[in-house]
């Protein structure tokens, strides 16, 4: 029998997050989560005509727009849209917000 300590099993959420910390990534997640969260925190008629793309180390989220017309009308909204975004204190905040007018592929 081995002299080694026997570790009890971890959950697999808690060592991804331990994996994540030591690399120095953790934060870097947390503030992307951003993205799949963008129609729960944004609403679904903003959702509809949008699609969160990336967000940079900067907290600088880029989102696809329909149409120039939203692109205008969502850039007024901007900071009731980084308040719904920055809803949780613990992820790095979304700092500002840039449009883009969507592409749709080629047919």
Do not use: C, H
Not at 34 to 48: C, D, H, M, N
């Amino acid at each position: 029998m081995s002299a080694e300590k026997k570790r009890k099993p971890q959950a697999l959420g808690d060592l991804l997050a331990n994996v994540l910390q030591q690399a120095g990534i953790a934060e870097r997640v947390e503030q992307a989560s951003v993205v799949p969260e963008w129609a729960t925190l944004v609403g679904s008629q903003i959702a509809s005509v949008t699609e969160p793309l990336l967000i940079t180390a900067d907290g600088t989220l880029f989102v696809a727009v329909r149409t120039n017309a939203w692109a205008t009308e969502l850039s007024l909204m901007e900071p009731e849209l980084l308040r719904a975004l920055n809803v949780k204190p613990e992820r790095p905040p979304v700092r500002k917000i840039r449009y883009q007018l969507k592409r749709d592929p080629a047919p």
